[in-house]
């Protein structure tokens, strides 16, 4: 089944402590970012990757880093994190690096830092 | 800078009525989506608008895309309460690959 998947799906965490969102894509998209969601912001993008080894920053960047060394695989790092990440986080991919086309969206994750 | 604006946010609704959610945008973009979300879930594609003048439709839901006026419209028709959910649109930026997204509209269809 094609699919964008995301782990975990539920994170509580602590201030400080790096972790690390997966996302993984079995299209052989090119194209793949990341977006928070936060109620009454919608959703903003944070990194976003048009191939391999090609990243970008998007609206809300400070805070993450992004790496993109497989296709497949576009993983959400938050080397410190803190209180004001909290959120829910959707990875995202689309077939061409000109995303001329629609986005497949994975299931989310809900982050909490506390 | 490109912003996005969508109107309204909140939208109450009878079934069997017919209404529109506008989105509007800053700068000038080529491609144009509208997105579902469902309470809870992830967002799910409704259409892609990619040149001035589109217009496409899918059951209730018809979007529609002026870039001249740097305005999309999602016209719901006979509205039932299965499209209840949150509608988002999101625009282009200027570089290729970064998205904007409205803040959404959440529509709720009462019997």
């Known amino acids: 089944e094609a699919q964008v998947t995301q782990n975990p799906r539920y994170l509580i965490t602590v201030t400080g402590k790096k972790l690390t969102v997966t996302c993984s894509q079995n299209m052989n998209h090119e194209y793949m970012s990341w977006y928070r969601q936060d109620p009454g912001l919608g959703l903003r993008q944070i990194y976003y990757?048009?191939?391999?080894?090609?990243?970008d920053k998007g609206d809300v960047p400070e805070g993450y880093k992004v790496s993109r060394k497989e296709k497949r695989n576009f993983p959400l790092i938050l080397e410190s994190p803190s209180p004001n990440q909290t959120s829910l986080y959707f990875c995202?991919?689309?077939?061409?690096?000109?995303?001329?086309?629609?986005?497949?969206f994975g299931p989310g994750t809900r982050l909490t830092v506390l | 800078e490109l912003k996005v604006e969508q109107n309204p946010l909140f939208l109450s609704m009878q079934e069997g009525k017919n209404y529109t959610i506008y989105c509007n945008y800053s700068?000038?973009?080529?491609?144009l989506y509208w997105y579902r979300q469902d309470p809870g879930k992830s967002l799910e594609s409704l259409f892609v608008l990619l040149s001035n003048g589109a217009v496409k439709q899918e059951g209730r839901l018809m979007a529609s895309l002026d870039t001249k006026a740097r305005l999309s419209t999602l016209h719901i028709t006979a509205a039932v309460h299965d499209l209840s959910a949150t509608y988002f649109c999101a625009v282009g930026g200027g570089s290729q690959g970064n998205l904007i997204f409205g803040k959404g509209t959440k529509l709720s269809v009462k019997p």
């Open positions: 990757s048009m191939n391999v080894e090609v990243t």
């Open positions: 995202a991919s689309s077939l061409s690096r000109v995303i001329y086309n629609e986005q497949f």
């Open positions: 700068t000038t973009s080529d491609r």
